[in-house]
Nanobody, 122 residues
Framework: VQLQASGGGLVQAGGSLRLSCAASGRTFSNYAVGWFRQAPGKEREFVAVISRSGVTTYYSDSVKGRFTISRVNAKNTVYLQMNSLKPEDTAVYYC????????????????WGQGTLVTVSS
């Protein structure tokens, strides 16, 4: 599966952005999709994951209640709606796929997009 992340940009604290992850290649609906992020000088961390059907989602504690992950399999796209953004959300955001089951560890994800930069100003 090839992935293309988009939708990043500069936003003020308290604002919103919606990231998109467009997939091509193999049957998208066979894959769980996760979002991860890497802030400057820090390791990449888990943000959210959605199951193949979209019924099951998991979030990191730092974004729970502010971010929402969703997918439209007919469009081969996963979204990350980010509300109430904080300066500490500043990072490069990556989407990644995992065959069949969900996970939160990045080592379990096989295909990665190129990342999209989100910058939240205070």
């Amino acid at each position: 599966v090839q992935l293309q992340a988009s939708g990043g940009g500069l936003v003020q604290a308290g604002g919103s952005l919606r990231l998109s992850c467009a997939a091509s290649g193999r049957t998208f609906s066979n894959y769980a999709v996760g979002w991860f992020r890497q802030a400057p000088g820090k390791e990449r961390e888990f943000v959210a994951v959605i199951s193949r059907s979209g019924v099951t989602t998991y979030y990191s504690d730092s974004v729970k209640g502010r971010f929402t992950i969703s997918r439209v399999n007919a469009k081969n796209t996963v979204y990350l709606q980010m509300n109430s953004l904080k300066p500490e959300d500043t990072a490069v955001y990556y989407c990644a796929t995992k065959y069949f089951t969900t996970a939160t560890k990045e080592t379990e994800f096989g295909s990665w997009g190129q990342g999209t930069l989100v910058t939240v100003s205070s």
